[in-house]
């Protein structure tokens, strides 16, 4: 229950974020797209972007959240009790292990808020995101329907035969026939969802890492 606050929390106060991120990058006050102030900032934003535009990058916080707590008071009470070896007082102790924990907790959360900003302050480039995003999506699960057909063969052929004694499955084509032939063309799709539901968001995860890398290193190599 104690997630709930804290997620109400975040979408409550995610757009004022977004806001201190945009003022936080601005270059000069001459630029033409720069923010005058506070309402100038929720007009323009709400004008150019929609509603959508004041929770770019909100997923980060909320998948922070849990590891964030965890980290904070679980580091908290082990640096207490390494604390507990050296002479301190009670309310020093507290002090220590508090700043200590507070270090790990920023430590760990930092890549978040990194990925946040970088949503936040990308105005347009987020429907670059997304259209590439879309595009591994779609490249995993083609990749995947095409690929079916083998995987079944490979775990035929690796799996139990149904006669123990005899092989039955000896190489892929063969394989893949004697299936068709005797279970039908549905058999050469079993498990597809599953490998849909692996293959697709991973092949879109791929293509972003490959994306943004290859860019970064042209920037600066």
Same mark, same amino acid.
């Given at each position: 229950?104690?997630?709930?606050?804290? &997620?109400?929390?975040i979408c409550l106060m995610h757009p004022l974020d977004?806001?201190?991120?945009?003022?936080?990058?601005?270059?000069?006050?001459? %630029?033409?797209?720069?923010?005058?102030?506070?309402? %100038?900032?929720?007009?323009?934003?709400?004008?150019?972007?929609?509603?959508?535009?004041?929770?770019?990058?909100?997923?980060?916080?909320i998948l922070a959240e849990t590891p964030k707590r965890a980290v904070k008071f679980f580091t908290?009470?082990?640096?207490?009790?390494? &604390?507990?070896?050296?002479?301190?007082s009670p309310a020093l102790t507290f002090a220590v292990a508090g700043l200590g924990s507070g270090l790990?907790?920023?430590?760990?959360?930092?890549?978040?808020?990194?990925?946040?900003?970088g949503l936040q302050a990308n105005r347009n480039k987020f429907t670059e995101f997304l259209r590439k995003f879309g595009i591994g999506l779609l490249s995993g699960t083609i990749a995947s329907v095409i690929n079916i057909p083998f995987d079944v063969a490979k775990s035929r052929i690796q799996g139990p035969q149904p006669v123990p004694g005899e092989i039955k499955y000896?190489?892929?084509?063969?394989?893949?026939?004697?299936?068709?032939?005797?279970?039908?063309?549905?058999? &050469?799709?079993?498990?597809?969802?599953?490998?849909?539901?692996?293959?697709?968001?991973?092949?879109?995860?791929?293509? &972003?890492?490959?994306e943004y890398t290859y860019s970064w290193l042209q920037e600066n190599w």
């Open positions: 229950m104690s997630k709930v606050p804290s &997620l109400v929390e977004v806001v201190k991120t945009r003022f936080q990058i601005q270059r000069c006050a001459t %630029d033409p797209n720069s923010y005058k102030s506070l309402g %100038d900032s929720f007009r323009m934003i709400f004008h150019t972007e929609g509603l959508f535009g004041f929770y770019k990058g909100i997923l980060p916080p908290f009470e082990q640096y207490k009790k390494l &604390l507990g070896y050296v002479s301190l790990t907790e920023a430590i760990v959360v930092n890549p978040f808020e990194v990925v946040k900003v000896r190489t892929c084509f063969k394989t893949m026939a004697t299936v068709y032939q005797e279970e039908g063309i549905l058999a &050469l799709y079993k498990g597809l969802l599953p490998k849909i539901m692996r293959l697709g968001p991973g092949g879109a995860v791929m293509l &972003l890492v490959y």
